[in-house]
C-alpha cells in the first residue's frame, strides 16, 4: 500500500467531514451565495442607474424652471415693447411717420417732395404695418443726417428702402432720395 493510501484509510474518519464540509460549502456557494451576489450586483447596477437617472432628472427640472422663468420675462419684455415702443395705434404711427419725419426733414435741411402711406395687417398676429414712403431733396450732407438721425431716433421706425438719384432739370442741382420708412402698431378691436 502506498503512503498515500494508507494515510488515507487510516485518516478517514478526519477526512470524510472535511470531505463532507468542502463540499456542504461548494453546494452552499452555488445554491445561496452566488444568486445573492448576483442580486447584489443587480441592485448596485439599478442603483448607479437610478442615480443618473435622478441627477437628469433634476437637471431638465432646472432646464424647465429657466425656462418658465426666460418666458415670463420675455412676455413682459414683449408688452413692455409694446406699450412703451409701439405706436398705440394707427393715429400714433401716422403722427410718428408724417409729423415727425416731416420735423426731420426740415431739421436736416431737406425738402419734402411728395409722401404717402400704406397700412397692411401683418399675417397670424395683432400687429400691423405701416409704410410711410416719401421724396425728399437736397444735399447729399443733409440726407446722410437724416438717416442717421432716423437710425438712431426713439421711435420705432424701420428704413426698409432708400433710393438716391441726381436731380433733373434745367438749373437743378442736388439729389433726390425715396425713403420707405416702416413702423407697427397693435391693432384696436376695429382693426386701427
Do not use: C
Amino acid at each position: 500500500m502506498t503512503p498515500a493510501r494508507r494515510v488515507l484509510h487510516e485518516k478517514r474518519h478526519l477526512i470524510w467531514p472535511v470531505v463532507v464540509a468542502m463540499l456542504v460549502n461548494v453546494a452552499l456557494y452555488a445554491i445561496v451565495i452566488y444568486p445573492l451576489s448576483q442580486k447584489v450586483a443587480g441592485g448596485e447596477e439599478t442603483a448607479q442607474a437610478s442615480t443618473a437617472a435622478l441627477t437628469a432628472a433634476r437637471r431638465d427640472h432646472a432646464a424647465a424652471r429657466a425656462t418658465v422663468k426666460n418666458k415670463g420675462e420675455a412676455t413682459r419684455e414683449l408688452e413692455k415693447f409694446y406699450g412703451e415702443v409701439l405706436p398705440p395705434d394707427l393715429g400714433g404711427a401716422r403722427r410718428i411717420t408724417y409729423t415727425w419725419i416731416d420735423q426731420l426733414a426740415k431739421r436736416s435741411n431737406l425738402k419734402l417732395e411728395r409722401e404717402n402711406t400704406d397700412a397692411k395687417a401683418q399675417r397670424d398676429s395683432n400687429l400691423w404695418k405701416l409704410v410711410y414712403s416719401a421724396t425728399l431733396s437736397g444735399e447729399y450732407h443733409s440726407i446722410r443726417k437724416f438717416i442717421h438721425e432716423l437710425e438712431t431716433a426713439a421711435e420705432f421706425l424701420v428704413l426698409e428702402n432708400v433710393e438716391l438719384s441726381q436731380m433733373e432739370g434745367a438749373g437743378r442741382s442736388g439729389l433726390n432720395v425715396n425713403v420707405q420708412i416702416a413702423t407697427y402698431f397693435r391693432a384696436g378691436a376695429n382693426g386701427d
